[in-house]
Nanobody, 115 residues
């Protein structure tokens, strides 16, 4: 099993920054990608950013140029640096660790951006 834990959410004013952290533990030997998703009230969960074990990244168009996903020194740790935050970025942010055929989700962390 794999346990995924997010941290770093909070309340910030528009234009501000936050850094989310995610750590996967347990049977992580075959994790080949990690990603951040978000879900706003009344909306579907959407991909924000992802990173493979090889370092390839991808971003939703809505966050390109503002958010950066990166890997930590510890294996299976990822960060999401969020700059120039907008009220529409308000959502619960989830981290997911993936191996072939299986996804492991965290509990989520709330990000609220006030206007």
């Amino acid at each position: 099993q794999v346990r995924v834990v997010e941290s770093g959410g909070g309340l910030v004013q528009a234009g501000g920054s936050l850094r989310l952290s995610c750590a996967a533990s347990g049977s992580v030997f075959s994790i080949n990608a990690m990603a951040w998703y978000r879900q706003a009230p009344g909306k579907q969960r959407e991909l924000v950013a992802g990173i493979t074990s090889g370092g390839t990244t991808n971003y939703a168009d809505s966050v390109k140029g503002r958010f950066t996903i990166s890997r930590g020194n510890a294996k299976n740790t990822v960060y999401l640096q969020m700059n120039s935050l907008k009220p529409e970025d308000t959502a619960v942010y989830y981290c997911v660790a993936s191996r072939t055929g299986l996804d492991y989700w965290g509990q989520g962390t709330q990000v609220t951006v006030s206007s």
